[in-house]
T-cell receptor
């Protein structure tokens, strides 16, 4: 079945360091979404990328969609303790009357204060 | 800001028992979803629902699972005879239009003993 893999699985950084998670698919993605899930929380939508090579920024977060639309990355500059959580890439897909989200395996970010 | 709500927040049940997980989607939303997340793993799609019928379901959503929209506000997931491996966090999500951002509820943590 369709799978979206993420690396690394875990990342532990010192506060203030940068963080990057990578998302890879064996098939071309129609779009890529990124979600953040705080410990004990639910997935919260961050952003959606649709175009090949697209780059979007949200404050310290930079999202990229690969030229071939098979990979994506999320980069956080100067991490803060509030960035702790698991970051999932995902593809929204489906047909007929409703779509579904296929989530990647996630990268869990922990931060040393 | 409108939110998806879910009850109960936690449910403990004995193997073989029936459970009903409840969700109140955002009021003007038309598409409804259930996802589950086994502890430490990624979020997995279970089922999508639109116009009072299932649009799509995953392999996980077998005959033991059913969904219902009994009235204009609630959306329920029933597991008829729970198994140990049904222990997970169950998230409800809703969206106003197909292919738009899905808003997740806080989840119900189900523990089957």
């Amino acid at each position: 079945g369709q799978q979206v893999m993420q690396i690394p699985q875990y990342q532990h950084v010192q506060e203030g360091e940068d963080f990057t998670t990578y998302c890879n698919s064996s098939t071309t993605l129609s779009n890529i979404q990124w979600y953040k899930q705080r410990p004990g929380g639910h997935p919260v939508f961050l952003i959606q990328l649709v175009k090949s090579g697209e780059v979007k920024k949200q404050k310290r977060l930079t999202f990229q969609f690969g030229e071939a639309k098979k990979n994506s990355s999320l980069h956080i500059t100067a991490t803060q303790t509030t960035d702790v959580g698991t970051y999932f890439c995902a593809e929204i897909t489906g047909y007929s009357s409703a779509s579904k989200i296929i989530f990647g395996s996630g990268t869990r970010l922990s931060i040393r204060p | 800001e409108p939110e998806v709500t879910q009850t109960p927040s936690h449910q403990v049940t004995q193997m073989g028992q029936e459970v009903i997980l409840r969700c109140v989607p955002i009021s003007n939303h038309l598409y409804f979803y259930w996802y589950r997340q086994i502890l430490g793993q990624k979020v997995e799609f279970l089922v999508s629902f639109y116009n009072n019928e299932i649009s799509e379901k995953s392999e996980i959503f077998d005959d033991q699972f059913s969904v219902e929209r009994p009235d204009g506000s609630n959306f329920t997931l029933k597991i008829r005879s729970t198994k140990l491996e049904d222990s997970a966090m169950y998230f409800c999500a809703s969206t106003e239009q197909e292919q738009e951002t899905q808003y997740f509820g806080p989840g119900t943590r189900l523990l089957v003993l």
